[in-house]
């Protein structure tokens, strides 16, 4: 709840402040589910469900994060984290993507958002990006009032060092999690390939010719979000 103590990446406990979260969604269940979940874990939440709702609520009213679809009516994800960029450059950005979808979370992520949330929901990864929000959050609020006095910069090295952190284990273990599957499939499409399984008809050879396009599609969008 708003002002209870969240436990830190560093195991010690830390005030967690309130967050002002916009939730952007065409789907109402998908809103109300992440309405449930932030509003029981303290957040301030509203919602809209298409791009240009989302861009007029958060003028009347900025947030301090907002929760994304990609695939909207009117202006989609992508336009509305350019206009929301534009309007706030600091602003917290999250996108939802259907797992195991990476490529929309990909460009996203060129545009401005700084996470992600798969479907469907994970509580603890939820939870996570809510800590890390705050974290970014209070971040800039502390860069804001630096010429105050009111920055430690041993303290925010750290914190930022923290952040830096979050994110290498986060595209270390994207990373790790598909290699495996890409060495399996790249192995099979080799020996499919080669005809050690056997002569391939024109059609199997024009399947598994798309099937290899496909895997080298993957691996070079892996290989971008890590780089």
């Known amino acids: 709840m708003a002002g209870d103590k969240a436990r830190g990446e560093d195991g ?22 992440l309405e449930q979940i932030l509003t029981s ?4 939440v509203r919602v809209a469900h298409d ?12 947030a301090e994060a907002v929760i ?14 350019r206009q929301l960029k534009r309007e706030a450059s600091l602003l917290n950005i ?17 545009c401005g958002a700084c996470d992600f949330i798969t479907k469907p929901f994970d509580l603890a990864q939820i939870q996570a990006i ?11 609020r502390q860069l804001r009032h630096e010429q105050e006095g009111m920055v430690n ?26 290699e495996t599957p890409l060495c399996l499939m790249s192995e099979w499409v080799y020996l499919l390939s080669d005809g050690s399984l056997g002569k391939l008809s024109p059609d199997q050879q024009h399947a598994v010719d798309a099937l290899s396009h496909a895997y080298e599609r993957l691996y070079r969008l892996l290989q971008q979000l890590v780089d």
């Open 12 to 33: 010690g406990e830390k005030m967690s402040a309130p967050l002002n979260v916009l939730v952007v969604d065409d789907e109402p269940k998908i809103c109300q589910i």
């Open 68 to 81: 994304t679809d990609l695939k909207m009516p009117r202006l989609d994800g992508i336009g509305l984290i």
């Open 130 to 140: 809510i800590y890390r929000c705050q974290q970014r959050l209070t971040l800039s």
């Open 41 to 44: 874990r303290g957040c301030s």
């Open 94 to 110: 999250v996108v939802i993507t259907a797992y195991p979808s990476v490529e929309g979370a990909v460009e996203a992520m060129r």
């Open 51 to 62: 791009g240009l709702e989302a861009l007029a609520r958060f003028k009347e009213q900025p």
């Open 153 to 178: 910069l041993e303290e925010l090295n750290r914190r930022l060092a923290e952040l830096n952190d979050l994110k290498s284990q986060f595209l270390a273990g994207l990373s790790h999690g598909f």
